[in-house]
């Protein structure tokens, strides 16, 4: 009987494809497309009212809109109602504007324990500081393409 270790891993991976439970991946697509689509409709709403009670343009309702989202999202996160919808709504709730406040939220309601400053303070961004990076890197790349593009007369 050949006990290698390649043999041992592979009938450990089919053991374990056996007891792992079946994920409904169309039930959660549905989900996450109808959940995400409300938190849009939501935003698509607020952004109406700024623009109808404030006089705010299409082109400068833009940040009012996503800091009231984020407030509100941090608002939900607090008082403990947002880890329910995010555990209905999976990716619908991540995608959006909204998971990056409750990433934030989420890290300071964690380590407030620790005192506002190394608690709060120190860990409030952790998650949320490599999402920063990553969107103003993207930014920079695809506004250096499209640069290029329109210098090259492409677009």
Request: hydrophobic fraction near 45%; glycine fraction near 10%.
């Amino acid at each position: 009987m050949n006990h290698s270790p390649t043999t041992s891993k592979n009938n450990y991976k089919q053991i374990a494809q056996k007891k792992d439970p079946k994920r409904p991946l169309v039930k959660n697509c549905i989900r996450a497309f109808l959940i995400g689509g409300a938190i849009c409709t939501i935003g698509q709403c607020i952004s109406f009212f700024y623009m109808y009670f404030f006089n705010f343009t299409e082109q400068t309702v833009g940040n009012p809109t996503t800091a009231t989202l984020i407030f509100l999202t941090m608002l939900l996160t607090g008082f403990g109602f947002y880890d329910d919808i995010a555990q209905f709504a999976g990716a619908g709730t991540a995608v959006p504007v909204t998971g990056f406040g409750n990433a934030v939220i989420s890290a300071a309601i964690e380590h407030r324990s620790e005192g506002f400053v190394q608690g709060v303070g120190g860990n409030m961004f952790k998650l949320a500081g490599s999402v920063i990076l990553f969107g103003v890197f993207s930014a920079f790349v695809l506004a250096l393409i499209k640069t290029i593009l329109l210098e090259l007369g492409v677009i």
